[in-house]
């Protein structure tokens, strides 16, 4: 994808965003969370905006994807199982997605390989791949929603990330995940999604070790969010109680990015 192309995705749709506020604001759970928030008047009223001025108007817009961010955590259900499906539902071939062309995939040598782990954790902070292909395995066929519009559904092997950070000693009182990546993406993610049972740290894709178009070494797998919040080519992982931002996220997109 091109620079221009890539600034035009990340622009912030003004048209787009109010439509969904508009429809945020009009389900019954987002009524629940703020009951004086009855409307879009009272939002830009609070926001004090002014719907002419284009600071004004991005203020608002960043107000109400806060609003969004905190009405998706409050109603997420840790324990609720995404969908799951059969070999036969899988799409073949799944589908590549990145901010950069296929041929710009990047190359991680698996030997030299080392998985850095920092933060608010108090055991193991270095892991190889061999180490981390030993730990507990599992799988998933899940459907993966992607914010353009598309979805597909795949076959997915690796850890429960939960047993993950257990095992590297993580607090799990944090609030926060961060993932630092080998193609200079970035995400982070709240803690209860951590948590979730079908969080996986994939090393694998429909039974293969995963290859480098869908995240080689390991991609987090996360059912429950949208597409841009599942890192691939993960380098370090990091927990703690300042927000971390993401790579999409800190141009205009929700933080929170419930599918």
């Not at 890539?6 to 969904?20: M, N, P």
């Not at 995400?187 to 979730?196: G, N, R």
């Not at 390991?218 to 109680?241: A, D, Q, S």
């Amino acid at each position: 994808m091109s620079m221009e192309n890539r600034k035009t995705v990340a622009k912030l749709d003004r048209e787009s965003i109010l439509i969904d506020a508009r429809r945020e604001l009009a389900m019954p759970a987002r009524r629940a969370f703020g009951k004086q928030l009855m409307s879009l008047g009272s939002l830009v009223m609070l926001t004090g905006c002014n719907v002419t001025d284009e600071d004004s108007v991005n203020h608002f817009l960043r107000a109400v994807s806060r609003l969004n961010d905190r009405a998706q955590a409050a109603i997420f259900d840790p324990y609720r199982l995404a969908p799951t499906y059969t070999e036969a539902q899988i799409t073949r071939p799944f589908p590549f997605n990145a901010y950069y062309g296929i041929d710009e995939v990047p190359h991680v040598d698996a030997s030299a390989y080392r998985l850095t782990v920092s933060g608010l954790v108090t055991g193991k902070r270095v892991w190889t791949l061999p180490e981390l292909y030993a730990l507990p395995h599992a799988e998933q066929i899940t459907r993966h929603i992607c914010v353009e519009g598309w979805s597909a559904v795949g076959r997915w092997g690796g850890t429960p990330f939960r047993e993950f950070l257990r095992r590297a000693g993580a607090d799990t009182t944090a609030k926060y995940v961060g993932f630092k990546c080998a193609d200079d993406y970035y995400e982070s993610i709240d803690m209860p999604t951590a948590l979730h049972p079908q969080t996986l740290l994939t090393f694998e894709y429909d039974g293969e070790r995963l290859p480098a178009k869908y995240g080689f070494p390991m991609k987090l797998r996360m059912p429950t969010k949208l597409g841009y919040k599942n890192p691939k080519h993960i380098v370090e992982i990091f927990v703690t109680n300042t927000f971390p931002g993401g790579y999409w996220v800190d141009q205009g997109y929700n933080w929170f990015g419930g599918s």
